[in-house]
């Protein structure tokens, strides 16, 4: 039933939960054992020697990215915070990197993304049951606490959530799959919906549907396949049109309806403002500061100038225009257009609708949230390698 040995699988589980869950509450160990791993990966390349493979394009712009945010005016007001960005966004295409070459097998690959995803799933249940508590940071809507689970914030939750959909969805559909495989697939991903919803977070949900309609329409066309696109799409758009007339908490939160605003700046709402806030400071700044960026962390200090909260844009691409000037923009907008038109390219390979469908949902989530996140690189990183 499941993709590896029952007791293997058991035990790396564990392991792996006391990581993220010591990772997500803890902002040194978090730092400390990314850093480790990521020695140790630099250091695997080099014994087996990838350094000089021909990377595609979208990996280039991948690493030059990472690389920029190493560079501009934050480090000199904040040296260590600006360094660290540039690791975690030099983390995607490191991971990529390593996978393409350690993994010769693109099924390997793929049984590695699925339990990983599957984990994803897994570690929140007992948050579910009430057998451990989230972290108390959680937003109300309604009255209604938006769910954090084992990634401590609703946004990370709802986004790995829906990339790990992906890959339980792609293994169930094929045809040579064990119905136990099936059965046990289709629990985690009943449970994944539930998550995903409980959220209460736009950005993870478009991210699901997005990701959903995309991996099922991408597949070659097959009476069957057809059949599987309208069932599927037809409970989707179902599902969306019931919850939108008869929950009046989904529909206040599509809508971004608040009782009496109590809950709109907590809330992330208000993404216009934000975007303007940020503009505002690309605009009114130097020649070379618009070339190079201000920064992250100047771009945050601005906003909680303006409007009280030291917050992102809530918008990637805005983020990396201010904070990496028109280097960055151009350098992330390369990478993801690379990224797409080359996985579009070779849609014909097996898996290509996973990747095809993590891409198109990464830049959903920059042009909705913005930011970067180790669990969701992980993800990407397995998608495009």
Not at 335 to 346: E, G, P, V
């Amino acid at each position: 039933m499941l993709p590896i040995r029952a007791d293997k699988y058991i035990i790396y589980m564990i392991i792996l939960f006391i990581i993220v869950y010591i990772d997500q509450r803890n902002p040194v160990f978090s730092q400390i054992w990314k850093v480790f791993l990521l020695l140790c990966i630099l250091l695997d390349i080099l014994r087996i020697k990838i350094i000089h493979y021909r990377r595609p394009a979208f990996l280039k712009f991948a690493y030059l990215w990472g690389a920029k945010n190493f560079i501009n005016y934050g480090l000199i007001e904040y040296p260590f915070s600006t360094i660290a960005y540039g690791v975690k966004f030099s983390i995607l295409p490191i991971l990529c990197d390593y996978f393409v070459n350690k993994f010769k097998s693109k099924d390997s690959l793929f049984r590695f993304g699925l339990v990983i995803s599957q984990y994803y799933i897994i570690f929140n249940i007992p948050f579910l049951l009430g057998i451990l508590r989230p972290e108390d940071n959680a937003v109300i809507y309604d009255g209604i606490e938006a769910y954090t689970g084992i990634f401590s914030s609703q946004h990370p939750t709802a986004i790995t959530t829906a990339m790990a959909m992906l890959f339980l969805v792609y293994q169930t559909i094929q045809q040579n799959i064990k119905i136990k495989k099936r059965i046990y697939n289709g629990i985690l991903f009943i449970v994944a919906c539930y998550i995903l919803y409980s959220t209460f977070t736009r950005t993870g949900w478009a991210m699901g549907v997005l990701g959903l309609v995309i991996l099922l329409s991408a597949r070659k066309p097959s009476m069957k396949m057809i059949i599987t696109q309208f069932v599927a799409l037809a409970v989707i758009g179902g599902a969306y049109i019931y919850m939108l007339n008869h929950d009046e908490r989904f529909y206040n939160r599509v809508n971004d309806i608040v009782n009496d605003g109590e809950y709109q700046a907590d809330a992330g709402s208000g993404r216009l403002i934000y975007a303007n806030v940020s503009l505002s400071m690309f605009q009114n700044s130097d020649t070379a500061e618009q070339l190079v960026g201000s920064g992250i962390d100047p771009l945050m200090d601005n906003m909680e100038r303006a409007i009280g909260l030291r917050i992102y844009s809530h918008n990637g691409w805005i983020d990396a225009l201010t904070g990496n000037g028109i280097i960055g923009i151009f350098l992330l907008i390369g990478f993801c257009a690379t990224a797409l038109i080359y996985s579009i390219k070779h849609r014909k390979e097996k898996y290509a609708e996973i990747t095809i469908s993590c891409i198109i949902m990464y830049i959903s989530y920059q042009s909705t949230q913005g930011g970067v996140f180790f669990y969701q690189d992980l993800l990407v990183a397995i998608a495009l390698a």
